[in-house]
């Protein structure tokens, strides 16, 4: 599965525009490298981990002569740990149930004050 059809079965298992889809996807991405470039783990419980990890510096082989020995630089490189609920649907080979919160009207405007102008509302 690529970007395109990802955003597509979202937008078809959410009921949201394809266009919002691809925003959130893209904001995901954005934030969670956002985090991983400053050392931060990215922990979705049931699905799993993302975080940064230091590799060692070490010899290698170069592929186009491999009898010469190359040094291999340390590095910081991202690394993924699936969660027990991601664990368990790739050995049953069953997905797990969709839950999604419905969808909440929001209201825009200002709120109006039950209180009248210059009266307190505490009785004395």
């Given at each position: 599965?690529?970007?395109?059809?990802?955003?597509?079965?979202?937008?078809?298992?959410?009921?949201?525009?394809?266009?919002?889809?691809?925003?959130a996807?893209?904001?995901?991405?954005?934030?969670?490298?956002?985090?991983?470039?400053?050392?931060?783990?990215?922990?979705?419980?049931?699905?799993?981990?993302?975080?940064?990890?230091?590799?060692?510096?070490?010899?290698?082989?170069?592929?186009q002569?491999p009898?010469?020995?190359?040094?291999?630089?340390?590095?910081?490189?991202?690394?993924?740990s699936?969660?027990?609920?991601?664990?368990?649907?790739?050995?049953?080979?069953?997905?797990?149930?969709?839950?999604?919160?419905?969808?909440?009207?929001?209201?825009?405007g200002?709120?109006?004050?039950?209180?009248?102008?210059?009266k307190?509302?505490?009785?004395?």
């Amino acid at each position: 599965m690529n970007k395109s059809e990802l955003v597509d079965a979202v937008a078809q298992a959410t009921g949201l525009s394809k266009v919002d889809v691809d925003r959130a996807l893209k904001g995901t991405i954005y934030n969670i490298s956002a985090a991983l470039s400053r050392g931060e783990k990215v922990t979705f419980v049931g699905f799993g981990t993302f975080e940064r990890r230091n590799r060692k510096a070490r010899m290698g082989v170069n592929p186009q002569n491999p009898t010469q020995k190359i040094k291999i630089p340390a590095k910081k490189a991202p690394a993924f740990s699936p969660g027990s609920e991601l664990k368990a649907a790739v050995a049953t080979g069953k997905a797990p149930k969709l839950e999604i919160a419905p969808k909440v009207a929001m209201v825009v405007g200002k709120a109006k004050s039950k209180a009248k102008k210059g009266k307190s509302s505490k009785k004395r």
